[in-house]
């Protein structure tokens, strides 16, 4: 795990504010969590899920009370430098992940991502990168927390915001047991 | 940098694009065989046209280019361009707009085989047995019907109104339609208008899409069967089944069955006189109508955008701006486009992942 700057992307944001505990996951990571400004400017929603009618609507991922009490931080850049980076990285991604990426490399930040692309962009870069399951991982092995607590915050990533790790990533095994093989 | 003696700063180029409210991308795009192609210019009135400044349409018809832009690009990274079936345009000149519109549309319906019937799904015909990139986006100006451009390294490209109801969007598709076969080098914004006074290409366009929705013989022996099956006569019940299953509206569908003489004339007037609102019916007789707002991109860019996706070649982020989307319906497409449930040896349902890249012929 990071112990300087990590800069969450937009996938990752989505995926761990659907687990009703961001502020609790970002609160294991040691060092600064950062978003950047056009990452925190996109409109983005996660599904409300549950059992009812209305589990199909959308939510929208507000990091307001998180970044007012600075436990996430929002930075964006005037720098010269980083925005040669970000405009080479404008070519490839979309603008919130194409600043990341830049003031990743400029900062000597990690990025949790789970974008393929963006993963390999940054490898290339020597840009150390974290997962959604990285930091969710963590998060419940030093709080033990209850498995039960696991598998609700693993089960509405998977259904609020619609993503499963792949199936070759290392906490694939974790997820599957947590949420149970039957539970598809 | 105005006078282009030096290169822009980065600084520079980032407020350009925030004060401009575009991408910083769309600055910087790599030389592509696209890049000569310029809606802005192409849709520009000729030079004793009226022009008039409108922020919300110029946004509008780069939304269009851009959409087509990202089309071809997926198209060139996959290796799989759209087959073009294009007929001559035809030669309307000096010919009436209604004369001229039955015509094209009944030979139109032959080329493609189309018979006499309804016609289901419309945008898939103009994207596969005609080779048109055919979009429905929500515009900003809402009085934009569609839009119509042709260039050669796009091929036809018609996008409508998603902020109209799906009858409307077919109707303007069909207009579009009309315009490419006639007057393809003539790029074309169609605006709403209640002139009692249209022009003559308007008045084909509108015609066309009466002849090519609602051919004549079809509808004839339809209206015939109907009358032959019920022992009540014609009612409005039987018109809105039938506005539903040409997928036009009730106002068109009754318009066009006056002037058949399969309706008296003003019936439609006194229908309104009722208090006959179409969408009110519609539901009740629980006919569906697509959701308006709602963008349409047509199947086969959505298959590209996904499989350029999967395979890596797009980002989330850029998946998600070229599907018009936010990132979760992304993925909820992606899961349903990949996924299949399917019986295991053991009899129990479970899920499986398609490959859709995955090479089927040899």
């Not at chain 2, 822009?8 to 004060?19: D, I, M, S």
């Not at chain 2, 110029?58 to 832009?69: A, G, K, N, P, V």
Request: charged content about 25%; some cysteine; hydrophobic content about 40%.
């Amino acid at each position: 795990m990071t112990t300087g700057l990590l800069l969450l992307d937009s996938c990752t944001v989505i995926n761990v504010f659907a687990t009703r505990r961001m502020s609790d996951v970002l609160i294991m990571v040691p060092g600064t969590v950062a978003i950047v400004d056009r990452v925190s400017r996109e409109s983005q929603f996660v599904r409300r899920a549950g059992s009812g009618d209305d589990a199909d609507e959308r939510d929208p991922v507000d990091l307001t009370a998180m970044t007012a009490s600075g436990q996430l931080t929002v930075l964006s850049s005037t720098n010269e430098g980083e925005l040669l980076i970000y405009l080479d990285f404008t070519l490839d991604v979309d603008d919130g992940e194409a600043m990341t990426a830049a003031l990743a490399i400029h900062r000597n930040a990690t990025v949790a991502t789970d974008d393929r692309k963006a993963i390999r962009l940054l490898v290339a870069r020597a840009v150390p990168i974290l997962s959604t399951q990285d930091l969710v991982h963590d998060w419940c092995d030093r709080t033990n927390l209850p498995r039960d607590e696991q598998r609700q915050a693993l089960l509405n990533i998977r259904e609020r915001a619609r993503y499963e790790p792949r199936l070759d990533h290392p906490h694939r095994s974790w997820w599957e047991a947590t949420i149970g093989a039957g539970d598809r | 940098m105005e006078n282009g003696k030096r290169r822009p700063r980065a600084t520079e180029l980032v407020k350009l694009a925030a004060l401009s409210g575009r991408a910083v991308g769309d600055f910087l795009l790599p030389e592509v065989a696209t890049d000569h192609v310029d809606f802005a210019a192409l849709f520009r009135p000729a030079p004793n046209g009226r022009s008039t400044v409108n922020a919300a349409r110029d946004e509008d018809i780069r939304q269009f280019e851009q959409l087509c832009r990202w089309y071809v690009e997926l198209e060139s990274l996959a290796g799989a361009s759209l087959a073009r079936r294009y007929p001559e345009p035809y030669d309307i000149a000096d010919t009436p707009a209604e004369r001229a519109a039955l015509a094209v549309a009944t030979a139109e319906r032959n080329r493609l085989g189309l018979g006499d019937g309804p016609i289901g799904d419309l945008w898939d015909l103009l994207e596969t047995d005609v080779g048109l990139r055919a979009f429905a986006i929500p515009m900003r100006d809402r009085r934009i019907a569609g839009m119509f451009v042709y260039s050669e390294a796009f091929g036809g490209c018609i996008a409508v109104n998603a902020n109209h109801p799906e009858d409307r969007r077919r109707w303007s598709g069909v207009q579009e339609y009309g315009r490419f076969l006639t007057m393809r080098h003539r790029a074309e914004v169609t605006i709403l208008s209640a002139t009692k006074r249209p022009k003559e290409r308007e008045r084909f366009a509108d015609a066309f899409a009466r002849h090519f929705l609602m051919p004549i013989a079809g509808l004839t022996r339809r209206i015939d069967a109907i009358r032959r099956a019920n022992e009540t006569p014609f009612t409005l019940g039987d018109l809105w089944q039938l506005a539903n299953l040409y997928g036009v509206s009730v106002q068109a569908m009754t318009w066009r069955l006056e002037e058949l003489r399969l309706l008296s004339i003003g019936t439609w007037d006194r229908l309104t006189e009722f208090g006959v609102q179409p969408s009110q019916a519609k539901r009740l007789l629980g006919l569906t109508a697509s959701e308006s707002g709602t963008p349409h991109l047509p199947t086969r860019y959505q298959v590209l955008a996904v499989q350029s996706y999967l395979g890596g070649g797009l980002s989330e982020g850029q998946l998600a701006e070229r599907l018009l989307a936010d990132r979760v319906s992304v993925r909820e497409l992606i899961h349903q486009m990949t996924t299949v449930e399917q019986p295991t040896e053991d009899g129990i349902w479970a899920q499986a992942t398609l490959d859709l890249s995955q090479p089927i012929m040899a």
